[in-house]
């Protein structure tokens, strides 16, 4: 069984900064990938980006440039950091950490852009 948690969402204005976390503890092999995913109100869950065991990472195409992950080895844990943010980047933001077969979600952590 794997726990995953997320935590440093929160309120930021227009154009600035914030960097939320994902730790994974439990049963984890050394082969895995941990992806954020994130649905705003009234619209389906999109993928943001993710990064592999290798430290492989990648981000959706529209927020290449903004957002960016991270990870600090040997203790599970992933960064999205989001730069200039938008009021449509307003959701919460899921952890999804997949070691196949089998994923694992976080109860999600919640970002506002609001002025």
């Known amino acids: 069984q794997v726990q995953v948690v997320e935590s440093g969402g929160g309120r930021v204005q227009p154009g600035g900064s914030l960097i939320v976390s994902c730790a994974a503890s439990?049963?984890?092999?050394?082969?895995?990938?941990i992806e954020w995913f994130r649905q705003a109100p009234g619209k389906k869950r999109e993928w943001v980006g993710g990064i592999g065991s290798g430290g492989i990472t990648d981000v959706e195409n529209a927020m290449k440039g903004r957002f960016t992950i991270s990870r600090v080895i040997g203790n599970n844990t992933v960064f999205l950091k989001m730069d200039n943010l938008k009021p449509d980047d307003t959701a919460v933001y899921y952890c999804?950490?997949?070691?196949?077969?089998?994923?694992?979600w976080g109860q999600g952590t919640q970002v506002t852009v609001s002025s």
């Open positions: 439990g049963s984890i092999s050394s082969r895995y990938e």
């Open positions: 999804r950490f997949v070691v196949a077969p089998n994923d694992y």
